[in-house]
């Protein structure tokens, strides 16, 4: 019997040697990869981790044993026996003749560079590059490209690295920047001249080297050396995006990305990114406020906390509504909750903008996980427009299309997606149901699509969560979930609806839709701006107008200001230590970033202020770690019941509503930057081409419509992607607030 040798080394391994290490590494991965992890530097600009390689600055040059020239680390594959010498005469001097030839058309203006302090370029020159440069020839400019509200350029500094096209393209999947001309007049630009429309277009900030793509917000504003980092959390949305606030002297400047692969992996959305101008508004509620004969006045502390107490113990306890915004913390709901059960009141609600209460909707962590949703090969969208909901979620499916995955999607309108739908339903909001539940019977191909498929999900978004048939839907998608192996992805209602639910922020007794229906004689509003937070404003200011009014309030706005009767000004999510609880069911903390602006303070200290003033028990701790060693939080699910079958009946135009990207709570909506963004449209009414002329109506005319209780006047816009009789609206405009979120629309006429 022959000897065996024995092979420790895995069978998709290679053994290679770098600057006389030995390390292993998979087959296939670049030289650079294999640096990085073994902890040896490597010097690069075009290479990022998570965009595809481009080989474009030659950087990275080393020296590879028996190739006749230096080879780029980030394109050359390892081999089994390679020698690699990063530190070599021969890689060194590539190195620093490609670092030379970077420099000689760059302007070298880093005292005037936002970049400056943080910049790539800086940290390899140091490094890489000569002392003085040996050329004399006049040095190239290029001319600036406006590209929008957000992201500032000075593309004279453009090293031709060609991350930020490679965002646009494989991240945000919108194909905006691109490379034009050759040689020594290449530049990089959009090419129409239009701004940016990517709702992820912050990240080619992050990504470029130099300081050609910088943060037009924070631009001029401060030096990185000046600035604290604070971890925090995004709260636009249910994902819970990891970020760092930086901030001086208690300012919040900027908003970066922290690395969380689970969660957002590297990148930001620009909601997240850019809201931070919101904090700042001028009707930011700063000092505490009472309204007497009709007039505000600042007051203490004191006297606006026994005005609040005398105003919730006016009325038995059943005659109180506690109405909370789904994005409060779950420090501030469990109090909240505390608050309700000592006055007597089992009306506490935070779902908002739910108008099916039939099945007792909670939200839910997500089926599949975010990071799985990469993984999926079949995903189809119920009502759901995931790029403007839950963008980096978006930008997960736009990964799994690059891997093979098919989109699917039951919608109103044919939304705008950076990914190719194989096919869309596109049917009135009344149909929804219907159209999901014949998919759920095994009528139609997509149906076996979805039982043949590895990994599928589904994810339920804004319109079918906010349906007034929205219990219908919940059953049919439970349906074809069970009849296929699909999982369900849920989106909230709010950036931590889940949490709420999960400390128990829900009724006993009335829910929100009934409390704002059978009207209370007093009401504690929780970081809601009533003008806008609800589903149907209209009927939140019939109720609120003719009832006592406490309101917990992160700005003294107009619509707060003629409804409530006590202001009390508290923190913002950047401002206080909080507990969020994501759409994966993860509870993330954040500490206090920002400081709080006037008197106001943290609102479970308001609380707890609040409780001593009407004697409450249950409130005995003196700060946030004693507050959270009390709070527990248990998951919650929906139920099973079904409202009744419902259509629009009558006379015409079906409303579909949907939430602007950028006007979805208070902050947003105080956000100059994202509101001059071109995904931000303005209130509008879309029709299907062949609708308008039925109704006399054109590209550009001003309608008048009338839901029988509101009315409004939208200029008209006409997209065929919308469906066939119906009036697509969005919410969260002044013009669109006295209008029901859902029903039929007729044409007034007078």
Known sequence: MSAQVKNDQAPDLVSLEIDGREIQAPKGTMIIQAADRAGIPVPRFCYHEKLPIAANCRMC??????????????????????????????????????????????????????????????????????????????????????????????????????????????????????????????????????????????????????????NKVFRFKARPWELVARESLGYHDALGSNLFLHTRRGDVLRTVPRDNEAVNECWLSDRDRYSHQGLYADDRAR???????????????????????????????????????????????????????????????????????????????????????????????????LRHELPLVSQRVLKATKAGAVVHAINPVEFDFPYTVASTQCVAPSALAGAVQAMADGEGDLSKALEAARSAVIFVGEVAEAHPQASRIHAAVRALAAATGARVNRIPLGANAIGLAGVDVLPSAANASQMLADKRGAYLLYGIEPGADFGDNTAAARALGEARVVAFSHYACTSTRDLADVILPIGLLPEIDATLVNVDGIAQRTQSGGKLPGEARPGWRVLRALADTLELTGFEFADIAGLRSTVSFAPKSSGTDMASAGSAEGEGLERITTTPIYRGDAVLRRSAALNAHPLTRGARVVLHPEDAPSHGLSEGAIAKFDDGRGRAALPVALDARVARGCAWIESSYGATVPMAPAGLLKLARD
């Open 61 to 214: 040059m080393v020296d590879v044993e028996k190739m006749p020239k230096p080879a780029p680390a980030c394109a050359t594959p390892v081999m089994d026996g390679m020698k690699i010498y990063t530190q070599s005469k021969r890689a060194l001097d590539a190195q620093r003749n490609v670092m030379e030839f970077l420099l000689i058309n760059h302007p070298l203006d880093c005292p005037i560079c936002d970049q400056g302090g943080e910049c790539e370029l800086q940290d390899v020159s140091m490094g890489y590059g000569r002392s003085v440069s040996r050329f004399n020839e006049r040095k190239r400019v290029v001319a600036d490209e406006d590209l929008g509200p957000l992201v500032a350029t000075e593309m004279t500094r453009c090293i031709h690295c060609t991350r930020c096209i490679r965002v646009t393209a494989e991240v945000a999947g919108t194909h905006e920047l691109g490379g034009m001309q050759r040689g020594e007049n290449l530049v990089i630009g959009t090419y129409d001249g239009k701004p940016l429309e990517s709702e992820l277009s912050g990240n080619v900030i992050d990504v470029c080297p130099v300081g050609a793509l910088t």
């Open 287 to 385: 000092v505490p406020m009472l309204k007497r004969d009709g007039v505000w006045e600042q007051v203490g502390w004191d006297e606006a906390l026994a005005a609040a107490a005398e105003a919730l113990r006016s009325v038995p306890g059943d005659q109180l509504g506690v109405l909370v915004h789904p994005a409060t913390s779950n420090e501030e709901g469990a109090l909240l909750k505390r608050l309700a059960d000592g006055l007597g009141s089992g009306n506490i609600d935070h779902r908002l903008r739910v108008a099916d209460f039939t099945d007792a909707p909670v939200a839910e962590a997500f089926g599949m996980p975010v990071a799985d949703v990469e993984q999926a090969d079949l995903v189809l969208l119920v009502g759901c427009n």
